[in-house]
């Protein structure tokens, strides 16, 4: 497997994955690519949430926003339910706030990770003409609401400006970051080091 197919399946990772991504790219060691996107992201995941159990009640509270089943009574519950799904086949998720993918950042080794927030209803996103490279954005749908400032996903875009996003590179990403209606930029982590 290398970067550019690392894929949540269907859990609602996508945090994880663009900031994993984003580490990978830019050879911070303190990520490893597994055999499988499993063995990559399960324990950036554990470790994030046991080393930042500070973090767990915005977690919480932002993954319930996407659905009943992810209102979760604890983090301990969606650990289990994720290491309980190898295949990564069932619908489990943990939503990252843009404090928490910046923490995570850190984590992995990146010295800029701050993010800058958007807050215009107007903040246009075109995944064909992205301002910046080797960066991580939070996006969104114009009609997606407000929770988060609308902030519905993550995706991390390299140095050539080839954006990454449900195991796709380059125009497929793009094509699926369309198909999925995404047309607003809630965040960005533009400059990662």
């Not at 580490?23 to 303190?30: E, F, G, L, P």
């Not at 490893?32 to 994030?48: D, K, M, R, W």
């Not at 910046?102 to 992995?108: A, F, G, H, P, V």
Request: charged share 15%; proline share 4%.
């Amino acid at each position: 497997m290398n970067v550019t197919e690392l894929d949540q399946n269907n859990w609602g990772v996508c945090g994880f994955v663009a900031a994993v991504q984003a580490a990978i790219r830019n050879n911070k060691t303190s990520v490893a690519l597994g055999a499988t996107t499993y063995g990559t992201l399960y324990p950036v995941i554990e470790s994030f949430c046991k080393r930042h159990s500070e973090l767990a009640p915005e977690l919480l509270n932002f993954s319930a926003v996407f659905g009943n089943e992810y209102a979760y009574k604890n983090v301990g519950e969606v650990l289990q339910k994720m290491q309980d799904n190898t295949a990564m086949d069932r619908e489990v998720g943990l939503a990252m706030t843009a404090a928490a993918v910046s923490q995570l950042c850190k984590d992995l080794g990146f010295t800029n990770a701050n993010f800058q927030g958007t807050t215009a209803t107007t903040n246009k996103f075109d995944p064909n003409k992205l301002p910046y490279r080797n960066a991580i954005y939070g996006i969104g749908k114009t009609s997606g609401g407000n929770y988060r400032y609308g902030l519905l996903h993550w995706i991390y875009v390299d140095a050539d400006g080839s954006p990454y996003s449900w195991g796709k590179a380059g125009p497929d990403a793009v094509n699926e970051l369309v198909r999925n209606g995404y047309n607003k930029l809630t965040h960005y982590l533009p400059g990662l080091n």
